[in-house]
């Protein structure tokens, strides 16, 4: 599928990090993008950057996330959604003074990794739906994204792994139910990428990081997964797939 002045999209994390490369990438090719964030601000620096729009909103808020659906469908053909919001949370399954991981840490990223992505995901396909299919019968694609923790889920990762691991589970499914209307569905599984989160940390351990993929020994850039939702969006035949972005590595235990 080609991108163009006509077409419209939506990046849900979009003010930083994987989201906002994946909003640059999109906007280079052509696409008018809705940057949808929690940080207001955030999303709208980057909105105007890449001369699109912008919502400040939660996607575990339904009406937020068909606030955004709705700007994106009304700038173009709607045909691509990213879901790039999310986060991680640290807690094993008992902690070190004996007591069990904490239900409420449990809930939140569940409710923010994997109902989020569900709500932007089934609100996005519904637009998208709507769309005039292209010559070869195609509407549009959906990208979410996972982590490489959904299959190497180390220690303390138990609820981040449990979300991205539905994350995962979602992707065929997904895109048996859209196959019908031409909506493609794909996951990434990104590793370790050079994210706000990871910038945190002191210079050691981020080469340290670096040093443990198998090759290149670097961290991920976020543009290299921008370029690769750009990729899904122009080869047709990928679909129903997660695909992993990781320079090789496998996470061990810690």
């Known amino acids: 599928m080609e991108l163009n002045s006509n077409t419209s999209a939506i990046v849900t994390g979009g003010a930083s990090g994987l989201g906002a490369a994946t909003a640059r990438a999109l906007s280079e090719r052509g696409a008018r993008v809705v940057v949808f964030d929690r940080n207001e601000d955030g999303a709208k620096q980057v ?38 919001a999310g986060t991680g949370w640290a ?8 007591t069990p991981h904490s239900p409420g840490g449990f809930e939140f990223l569940l409710k923010l990794n994997v109902i989020g992505t569900f709500n932007v995901m089934t609100r996005a396909a519904a637009a998208i739906a709507k769309t005039e299919p292209t010559e070869d019968g195609e509407r549009g694609v959906i990208v979410n994204t996972a982590s490489v923790a959904a299959f190497d889920g180390q220690i303390g990762q138990l609820a981040y792994s449990a979300s991205k691991g539905a994350v995962v589970g979602m992707t065929l499914p997904a895109a048996r139910d859209l196959s019908v209307v031409g909506i493609r569905v794909l996951t990434i599984a990104p590793g370790l990428f050079d994210t706000p989160l990871l910038a945190s940390l002191p210079e050691p351990q981020r080469k340290a990081l670096g040093e443990s993929v198998l090759f290149p020994k670097v961290l991920g850039m976020p543009s290299q997964y921008g370029q690769l939702v750009v990729d899904i969006v122009g080869n047709r035949y990928l679909n129903a797939e997660v695909i992993r972005l990781d320079g090789g590595i496998r996470m061990p235990p810690k």
């Open 91 to 98: 807690e094993r399954v008992i902690n070190r003074d004996g």
């Open 47 to 84: 909105a105007a950057e890449v001369g699109g729009d912008y919502v400040g909103g939660d996607v575990t808020d339904t009406d937020d996330c068909q606030k955004a659906v709705d700007l994106a469908a009304n700038a173009g053909n709607l045909r691509v959604a990213v879901n790039c």
